[in-house]
T-cell receptor, first 114, second 109 residues
C-alpha cells in the first residue's frame, strides 16, 4: 500500500544531543511537510518542500534543519534539542503545491527530551 | 491575520448526533479540511469543502459557508471509537493549511 512512513515512532534523546527523524513516502508526491505538534495544540508547520525547493517558515528555530535527498525521503535534524522541543513530529505529503490536494500524514514520531 | 476558531472540547452520548463548529479567517481561501486525530496518532483526512453547502459521507457530513467564514462537521450515530480530536484547517491563497487547535470530542455510553 502507498503510504507515508516515519521512523522511529518514539525517540528519546538527551538535552543538547542531536537527533534525526526520518520520513519516507511511496506516494510519489511532490510536496513534503514537517510539522511539530504539542498536546492539544494545532500542528505547527516547520518546513515544506516542493520537489527540492525548500521553504522555511519564518518562526522555525535555527535549531531545526531539514534535508530532502530525493523525492521519497525527508529528514528533520534537531541540532541541540531543548526540553521545549518535546513534541509529536508529523511528516505529511501532498501531490502538488498549486492544487488543493489532501495532505496525507505519517504516524508521527514522539520525541522525548530528558 | 489568519485564524481558526473551534471549541476546545465537546461531550456527547453514544448513538447521538454532534455538530462541531469552525470559523476561519485566511488570506485567500482554497477550501476547508476536517481531520480526525486519535490521541497519540497522526491526523487522518475526513472531508474537504470548497463550495458552499453540505457534503455527506456516511455518518459524517461537513458544511461550508464561504460568505460567513464558517464550517461544521456533523457526526451521526456516534460510536465510542469516534472519541478523538477533530481538527479544522483552512487552505490559504498559498495552498498552505492554517490549522485550528482541534476539538476534543468525548463520547459517553
Amino acid at each position: 500500500d502507498a503510504m507515508v512512513i516515519q521512523n522511529p515512532r518514539y525517540q528519546v534523546t538527551q538535552f543538547g544531543k542531536p537527533v534525526t527523524l526520518s520520513c519516507s513516502q511511496t506516494l510519489n508526491h511532490n510536496v513534503m511537510y514537517w510539522y511539530q505538534q504539542k498536546s492539544s495544540q494545532a500542528p505547527k508547520l516547520l518546513f515544506h518542500y516542493y520537489d527540492k525547493d525548500f521553504n522555511n517558515e519564518a518562526d522555525t528555530p535555527d535549531n531545526f534543519q531539514s534535508r530532502r535527498p530525493n523525492t521519497s525521503f525527508c529528514f528533520l535534524d534537531i541540532r541541540s534539542p531543548g526540553l521545549g522541543d518535546a513534541a509529536m513530529y508529523l511528516c505529511a505529503t501532498r501531490k502538488g503545491s498549486g492544487s488543493t490536494d489532501t495532505q496525507y500524514f505519517g504516524p508521527g514520531t514522539r520525541l522525548t527530551v530528558l | 491575520g489568519q485564524n481558526i476558531d473551534q471549541p476546545t472540547e465537546m461531550t456527547a452520548t453514544e448513538g447521538a448526533i454532534v455538530q462541531i463548529n469552525c470559523t476561519y479567517q485566511t488570506s485567500g481561501f482554497n477550501g476547508l479540511f476536517w481531520y480526525q486525530q486519535h490521541a497519540g496518532e497522526a491526523p487522518t483526512f475526513l472531508s474537504y469543502n470548497v463550495l458552499d453547502g453540505l457534503e455527506e459521507k456516511g455518518r459524517f457530513s461537513s458544511f461550508l459557508s464561504r460568505s460567513k467564514g464558517y464550517s461544521y462537521l456533523l457526526l451521526k450515530e456516534l460510536q465510542m471509537k469516534d472519541s478523538a480530536s477533530y481538527l479544522c484547517a483552512a487552505m490559504d491563497s498559498n495552498y498552505q493549511l492554517i490549522w485550528g487547535a482541534g476539538t476534543k470530542l468525548i463520547i459517553k455510553p
